[in-house]
């Protein structure tokens, strides 16, 4: 695949990861590149944020520059508005193809939990510290994305 072109897919199909936790936010960022992950990773620390993202509302409105992620991966315990909070918003205002959603819990999280995440629309969970298997894994088997090999490594994209 020409550069140009993996630039420009880089652009439009971002990840977000929406984690405030600086050492969780270090080791995603360290198994996504082992995993050769070329997509763009946006990273918000609050589901406050989250939401303004998705929602393109104040400094995320210029699409261009903050575009609709491809997937979202979502850590539960967030402060101000849950994981829990984000899901029911995305449930309510993105429509179901486009909402793409992996669930990060902690080991401590409970099964509860994370039948709830699934009934609120996530896709899938990782048990957080990630490894490189079971990311890979998680990517695919989330509906609405293929992964791509491409020349500098594995990119996803809208299916």
């Given at each position: 695949?020409?550069?140009?072109?993996?630039?420009?897919?880089?652009?439009?199909?971002?990840?977000?990861?929406?984690?405030?936790?600086?050492?969780?936010?270090w080791?995603?960022?360290?198994?996504a590149?082992?995993?050769?992950?070329?997509?763009h990773i946006?990273?918000?620390?609050?589901?406050?944020?989250?939401?303004?993202?998705?929602?393109?509302?104040?400094?995320?409105?210029?699409?261009?520059k903050?575009?609709?992620?491809?997937?979202?991966?979502?850590?539960?315990?967030?402060?101000?508005?849950?994981?829990?909070?984000?899901l029911?918003?995305?449930?309510?205002?993105?429509?179901?193809?486009?909402?793409?959603?992996?669930?990060?819990?902690?080991?401590?999280?409970?099964?509860?939990?994370?039948?709830?995440?699934?009934?609120?629309?996530?896709?899938?969970?990782?048990?957080?510290?990630?490894?490189?298997?079971?990311?890979?894994?998680?990517?695919?088997?989330?509906?609405?994305?293929?992964l791509?090999?491409?020349?500098?490594?594995?990119?996803?994209?809208?299916?």
């Amino acid at each position: 695949m020409r550069y140009s072109k993996l630039v420009q897919m880089e652009a439009r199909h971002i990840i977000l990861l929406v984690e405030d936790n600086a050492s969780d936010i270090w080791h995603f960022r360290k198994v996504a590149r082992q995993a050769n992950l070329v997509n763009h990773i946006h990273v918000v620390e609050t589901g406050e944020e989250a939401i303004r993202y998705l929602a393109g509302e104040g400094k995320y409105s210029n699409r261009d520059k903050f575009p609709m992620p491809v997937l979202v991966f979502l850590d539960l315990k967030l402060p101000r508005i849950s994981g829990f909070g984000v899901l029911k918003w995305i449930e309510a205002n993105i429509l179901p193809a486009e909402s793409r959603v992996v669930v990060l819990a902690g080991v401590a999280d409970n099964l509860k939990q994370v039948k709830e995440a699934y009934k609120l629309g996530a896709q899938t969970f990782l048990v957080k510290p990630l490894t490189k298997p079971d990311f890979v894994n998680s990517l695919n088997g989330v509906r609405g994305i293929r992964l791509v090999r491409v020349d500098t490594g594995l990119y996803v994209d809208a299916a």
